[in-house]
């Protein structure tokens, strides 16, 4: 499995990049999962349902699941921050890659989704696990770097740079434990 994240500030593009790399990838005959992280208290359940209403009662997981698909929610008893590892064992291990979206301060390969407009400090000056950045406007990057410089506005050049550095990106569980 190969995994990498993606990083950036909020509006920055994250979420549009890896929502078009996904069938980018797929296309060349490989499955992809996504890490997500989210702020706050956030529910993809809703009043009224089933399932809702079993966590509602106290459970402390939740499985539905049907024919095309399967979801967990588990609760928290107190406030609990899982590391982006921890998530990366709960996937299926039969994917090719993982795409991490959000956990800007992991210790695994990212690539940094910056946007000169959006008038956030660029992350690569000072984070030795980004191994790339993606960005619309190189020219305004706020210092030089060595660093590879994509297109984010170009997934299919993006997957194509993935693909050529996969070895890079091999994830094994001993090297984050």
Known sequence: MKVVGFAGFSGSGKTTLIEQLIPVLRSRGLRVSV????????????????SYRHRQAGAFEV???SSHRLALLREFEQPLQLSVHQLIAELDGGVDWVLVEGFK????PKIEVWRAQCGHPARYLDDEHMVAIATDSPGLLPQATLLPVLDVNDPEAL???LLAQQDRFDYRVENFA
Do not use: C, Q, S
């Open 35 to 50: 890490v997500k992280h989210a702020h706050h208290r956030f529910d993809i359940d809703h009043p009224g349902k089933d």
């Open 63 to 65: 499985v539905v699941a």
């Open 105 to 108: 301060f992991a210790d695994l």
């Open 159 to 161: 997957a194509n740079w």
